[in-house]
């Protein structure tokens, strides 16, 4: 796993009922500014699945917002096997290799808690590389998703 140096970024991994109210509320403002602000993309990112899943936010104390997040999504959730999803750098996250920490984190917490289930996401189409740089392999043709080409990938369990 690779390190970042920002040591003062703290890590946490939690089920949705032990996030605090603040911590929600920021994690929700960071999704809404990347995935609906800055890609101009407006959708219903409150989409009844985060108590379903693992939350994974990097903190920093230079800002309120998470400068990482993703979430770990429970099998049957969206997909037959666990995915992962919502995976964002923000601010001072951006730019010092933390999106890579980030994912490395995601998929160790997806296989210590669902060992041999393999994993599946939607990836961006211009992330490909890079998913598949991380044991990620792309299934099907890309597709549009909220307006942007995206392509579904699996990583075997």
Do not use: N
């Not at 999504?73 to 964002?88: C, F, N, Q, S, T």
């Not at 984190?105 to 997806?110: E, F, G, L, N």
């Not at 669902?114 to 392999?137: D, T, V």
């Not at 043709?141 to 075997?156: K, Q, W």
């Amino acid at each position: 796993m690779l390190t970042v140096s920002a040591p003062s970024i703290q890590w946490r991994c939690c089920r949705f009922d032990e996030l605090s109210v603040l911590e929600l509320q920021y994690i929700y403002m960071a999704r809404q500014q990347v995935f609906c602000v800055e890609q101009r993309c407006p959708y219903l990112d409150a989409d009844g699945r985060d108590e379903s899943c693992w939350h994974l936010a990097a903190w920093s104390g230079e800002q309120r917002m998470p400068v990482a997040y993703a979430r770990v999504l429970d099998p049957g959730v969206k997909y037959p096997e666990p995915a992962i999803g919502r995976v964002l750098t923000f601010g001072a996250g951006r730019g010092i290799g933390l999106g890579r920490v980030l994912v490395q984190r995601a998929v160790a917490k997806a296989v210590a808690e669902y060992p041999g289930r393999g994993l599946r996401l939607s990836a961006q189409s211009h992330l490909e590389g890079f998913y598949c740089s991380e044991g990620f392999r792309s299934v099907g043709e890309v597709y549009l998703e909220d307006g942007i080409p995206h392509i579904e990938m699996c990583r075997p369990g």
